[in-house]
């Protein structure tokens, strides 16, 4: 929704970047260097007034104003911005995950980056968090923050997930963790948080596993690491060519009729938010099961929230021709399974392998 006087708060917030932050700085030579790739989001939004948290536009203030708000950034790292995009993020769509990506890639294999942050919108954050973190070809820190409050908001919220962002990305303990998203004082890992509130400023989880530590006032303290491959040790590089992928839902009534379409209109693959442990109404799963035995690859979510779906636990997946998701959502199941097809990968058995593996 646009906002009308944004320009005029923008104008109040303070515009020049700390000398310190920038790459010129002589005394600051010794910090590390961070990249911070701005994409748009809350975290760069406007409203015309402060009391706004709900009527605003994102992705509308560019990134050397969201770090001139943080002088505390130049005690940290000396920062390297650029504008990548400026989206809301429920409009993210497949060729930027490939500019990014590409992006991400190539500033990491400069030896004078020694980290990069990623500001986000909330809504697909973890999407593009769990992409990066098969697709990234580097063991330096990638860290993505964003924001539920404005820019403009009294209380925002992004100032400080930034400055933690950065304090992440430059600290020695993030490097082979995989990519990591730092939100509301906790680090979690791309594979496993989820966006759990609409408003919220404590807006993500990693559900049943939880976070991997935290950070505050410039400590960091990771509690855990992360197990399951990721970054150098996955088979994914981002290419130009997205499979077609997409997602259906189960609920009490549905019909088969978008599965059916999804086949007509050529899928490579179908993810199901199934009930419960990846239950499937009889009519969809009919559809799906005739969608598998024509090739199209077939994955069962669940639209729960948390827990794991079971291999032949509610379906009888071998049977079918099924893949059981395990403990990711449909949205990251995507993900996945596009990266696997676009990888040559085929069949149920191959597929559900990647599947248990990352
Ligand atoms: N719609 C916004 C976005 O995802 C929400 C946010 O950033 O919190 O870009």
Redesign the pocket.
Known sequence: MAAPGASLTIAAMNTSIPSSTTSSDEGATLLPRIAVLAT????A?AAADATNTSGYQ??VVGVEQLLAVVPALSAVARVAPEQIAS????DMALPLWTTLAQRINALLADDDIDGVVVTH????LEETAYLLHLTIKSDKPVVLT???RPASALSADGPLNLLNAVTVAAHVASRGQGVLVAFNNRIHSARDVVKTSTYAVDAFHSPEIGALGWVQDGRVEFQRSVVRPHTLATEFVIGAKWPHVEIVVSYAGVSRIAVDALVAAGVRGIVVAGTGNGSIHASVQQALADAASQGVAVVRASRVGSGHVMRNGAAADDALGFVSAGSLNPYKARVLLMLALAAGAAGPMVLQKIFDTY
């Open positions: 748009g989001g809350t975290i939004g994102a992705g989206i809301d993020s429920k919108g909330t809504d697909t964003a924001a539920m």
